[in-house]
Structure formats: C-alpha cells, structure tokens
C-alpha cells in the first residue's frame, strides 16, 4: 500500500505545531490509518537551519503541487491572497487540503467545497472555528439526525480572556486589552478580536454547515466589546448576569436565519456565562438531542495543530472517498433576516439630569421594565432591560429618549 504523504504550507505557530505533534504520533497514526505516512514538505520562504525538519523544508509552492506523491496538504498560513491560490490548485490537482484558515473558509468555502467534491478530494476545516475543540465533524455527521434550531457560543478567547479580568478583577478594558497582548493572546493589531470580526467568520462558517447555504460574513451584522465598561459590569452582576462575546446562528418561524455577533448579558443559569479566560464554548441546540455544549481551548499551537492532524489522517484514512462536507453558494441574503428586525431583550444604560424623572417616558415607551441597580448609583444615571421587541422598535424609543437623555451602552440580552 502507497505511503501517505503530506506537505505543510506556513511553518509559523500553527504549523510548526502540526509537524511536530504528527512526528510525536506517528506510530499512532500509521495505525490508525492502516499504512504508513510523513510529512515530506514544508513549505515556508523563511530559513529554518536549526530546525530537525530542514532538509524538508521548501520554497517553492510548485514543489509540492508538481509531486503527484502527495495527497493531503495542511494549509496554515492565514489569510485570503496566498492561500486560495494554493488551496484552489491543490483542489483541482485532486490533493485534499485541510486548513484552520477561517477567513478563507468563511468567504470562499461554497466554492473550495464544489471544486473538492468536482476532483475527488477533500476539503477539511476543523481547526477553524474551535481551534482544538471538535465541532464540525460533530455538526456534519453526530448531529445529523437532528434538526439544529440554534447554535450559539463564546468563539473568541481574546475577547473572553479581557472580559474574564473585567468581570473578575475590575479590570477597565484597555488595561485588560494589554495584558492580553503582554501574554500572546492578542495581536499588536487587535481590532479582528475585539470588535467581532474573528468570532464572525466563525459563526459563518457553522451557520453555513448547519443550514446548507453559504453565509458570507457581509451578511452578519457585528459588533465587539470596545464599549463595555466596568459600569455595565456591575449592573450585570448585580442583577445575575455575565457580558460575553457571543456569535449565534438561530432558525426562525419564518423560516429565514437569525445569525449576529454582538455583546450580551448571559444568564448565571447558563453554563456560557461560568466559561473563562481564554476557552471556547460553543451550544448547539438539537430538536432531538436538545442542548449539547462543547467546551475546550479555542486557539494555541497545540489544540489548534490536534484538529489539524485529525483532518490529516481523516483524509488519509478515506484516501479515495469523498467526505460529505458540503454548502450551496448563495447568491443573496435573502435567506438572513435583517438582524433589526429580530426580537430581544436590550439592557440599556442612560444619563440625565434628572434620570428618575424618566420613568414614567420610559414605561410608556417599553411597558414593563427591569430597573438595574449597583453600588453608589449616581443620580444622573438609570440602568434597565426592555421587554422582548424587535431591535428597530428599540432603537426608535432610544431616538426619541436621546433628546432628553445620553445613551451610555446598550446590550442585548442571551
């Protein structure tokens, strides 16, 4: 039987992580897919002499993609330019690609997976969402017997890591943000992370495989956690809630999707809200399994390598058989409903001169309304949660409340 080979393109924190748990493994994983495999390439445009893999080391793409010997090849290097390129040349030579790229996955995924599915291949991407966590092979093929109502989670651990320190230590955003950087959690850039982009790629990525159509991440309104102070903080606690990034997909009534990243206050009941630091959790919500939580370390060179190789030796293990992973193309976003007109609950935080004087205005405008309170509450400053309604008719009420009052923060419930 034919060695299995592989090639690794970006010898950076992912991929040196890959090479090097697939080498500690190797026996274990030649058993598992029943004859024997290695890595043959890497490729990367840096020089690695002291590495223990240089003489694998390549730099030329056209290496790897002229080897009619390789089947499986690990992209890793990030990103939209390079890596479709690659990705899609490699697809149409029919070598399987595996990738923990979830901005290539979440913009161009439909297309990859038709020209995979066109040439025999496999197109496998289970290290772009939970990093080590196993979600979508769960989804594909654990969970298929079920109808998937909803799937919604912490899907960033930068973010979850400075809201931990909020919420815990009183921390104050930008001195949380630093840490984060100091401790190699966030970029010098941070800007992906904190305002939503990351964990909207992903959640892009889940509604696409669950619901079948591709979303693009334009679809998805998001917003991230750049305006969140410790005031609001002490409001939730008080009242019984946690703040997290939360990224969720939902199907409704209508038919149409509910999918949105955004700020929210989570229940203490929930088990979302006692997830911390730098873990990921991810709830999916089945008509027959009901709630399953999966729960891990979403990022780092180890977890993230582990759903690698476990994509590698998938791919392997099924040399000659297409792995049914696949999403239509959309050609619109007709199937999304505008997230302005979905229902929630808003916590809402105003200031006014005199803000008790408002209450009245503010029953007439929402009805029934849950009034907020923390230590030393200052006289020009009321905390509340509006009844469920749908966010356009929330927004026309805080319209009209913002000429007599400032709207401090506003945030969705969970």
Known sequence: MAKGNVAVIGYGVVGSG????????????????GRECDIKYILDLRDFPDSPYADRMVKD??????????????????GKTFAYDYTKRLLEAGKSVVTSNKELVACKGAELLKIAKEHECNYLFEASVGGGIPI???????LAGN????????????TNFILTKMIREQMPFEEALKLAQQNGYAEADPTADIEGI?????ICILGSLVYGRHIYPEMVHHSGISGITLDDVEYAENAGYGIKLIGSVKKLDNGKL?????????????????????????????????????????????????????????CLKHQHTV?????????????????????????????????????????????????????????DELAFITPAM??????????????SAEIASKIRLL
């Open 198 to 202: 990351d964990a909207q790629r992903k």
């Open 147 to 158: 109808d998937i109502l909803n799937v919604c989670g912490i899907l960033n651990g930068t």
């Open 61 to 78: 793409f056209e290496t790897i993609l002229g080897d009619p010997d390789i089947e499986v090849v690990a992209e890793v290097v990030g």
């Open 323 to 379: 792995l049914k992973l696949t999403w239509e193309d959309s050609e619109n976003s007709d199937f999304i409903e505008p997230y302005k007109q979905v229902e929630t609950s808003m916590y809402v935080r105003i200031k006014a001169a005199d803000a008790e004087s408002l209450k009245p205005a503010l029953s007439e405008m929402f009805g029934s309304l849950i009034y907020l309170e923390r230590a030393s509450r200052p006289s």
């Open 258 to 314: 509910a999918v949105i990243v955004c700020p929210r206050l989570v229940p203490k009941t929930n088990l979302l809200s006692n997830v911390d630091d730098v873990y990921n959790a991810i709830a999916v919500t089945g008509d027959g399994v009901g709630d399953v939580l999966f729960y891990g370390r979403g990022a780092g060179k180890l977890p993230t390598a582990s759903a690698v190789v476990g994509d590698i030796i998938d």
């Open 390 to 403: 749908k966010e356009a008719d929330i927004d026309a009420n805080l319209t009209i409340l913002s000429h």
């Open 136 to 142: 979508i092979r769960p989804l594909n093929k654990c």
């Open 18 to 33: 890959t090479v090097e748990l697939f080498e500690k493994n190797l026996d274990s994983i030649q058993k598992k897919i």
